[in-house]
């Protein structure tokens, strides 16, 4: 008998990074909301250098949504970086488990962390309630000013 494959090998066969993101992309599917997954980079300046952010998915409100397994320090100082940038940019978390701590040594949780920082968050899948917000025309002024189509992969069809 094969072994079995993990969430993040799952995802992979369909074209994402991690099961999580796969997870999210066929609830969208679900729900019938049409998204492009990873489709546009945004800059944003880390001291001293251009750096770049390609979100996981836009939802057609404009707002962000990077999903995440694993919330390490540096994906933390980037995400205040470009929120300090970008202070109209709409960007929000779902965690694997939101009560992951950020550390070992931590009591901070990645939600209490999001509370801190003015991140909304939600668990396993992005909530209908996201999908159901209007369009904010200031939301996808910010996205229109920010994103940049990223040129295709050779040999995909994403």
Known sequence: MPAKKSAAQVGALH?????????NARFLAEWKVTV?????????????????YTPDFILPNGIVVETKGRFLTDD??????IKQQYPKL????????????ISKQSKTTYAMWCD???????????????????ND??????????LRKK???????K
Not at 15 to 23: C, I, K, N, Q, T
Not at 151 to 157: E, F, L, V, Y
């Open 15 to 23: 074209g994402f990074r991690s099961g999580l993101e796969d997870v």
């Open 36 to 52: 492009q997954y990873e489709e546009y980079d945004m800059t944003y300046t880390k001291p001293a250098r251009i750096a770049k």
């Open 76 to 81: 933390r100082q980037k995400h205040i970086l």
């Open 90 to 101: 709409d960007l929000r978390f779902v965690f694997s488990n939101p009560n992951t701590r």
């Open 116 to 134: 801190t920082h003015g991140f909304l968050h939600a668990a396993k899948v992005i909530p209908q309630e996201w999908l159901a917000e209007p």
């Open 137 to 146: 025309p200031e939301r996808l002024e910010a996205l229109s000013q920010i």
């Open 151 to 157: 040129p295709a992969k050779k040999g995909t069809s």
